[in-house]
């Protein structure tokens, strides 16, 4: 399955991000960074499905809320950052 993780900053910010998508009907799921997209060391993400991406930044947007880094998966398993 094809999905997006927005990179989050902190536990608090990715929560906030998570609230702020459910509030519009967008199911979000809170996760750790994989290691490899990861310039921080441990952070955060919210895992969305393909086809919420545009509601997502739009929703994030009217909450005040940076998208930040955002990776796509690939069928591989592999990560590509989309540029927003």
Not at 4 to 20: D, H, K, N
Not at 21 to 40: D, F, M, N, W, Y
Request: glycine share 8%; with cysteine; net charge positive.
């Amino acid at each position: 399955m094809t999905y997006y993780l927005i990179v989050c900053r902190s536990l608090t910010f990715a929560q906030r991000t998570a609230a702020a998508l459910e509030r519009q009907g967008i199911p979000a799921h809170i996760l750790r960074t994989p290691a490899v997209i990861s310039k921080r060391g441990c952070s955060h993400s919210v895992k969305i499905s393909q086809r919420h991406l545009t509601g997502a930044l739009v929703a994030l947007n009217r909450a005040g809320l940076s998208a930040g880094q955002v990776f796509l998966t690939e069928g591989d398993g592999s990560y590509r950052e989309v540029s927003l």
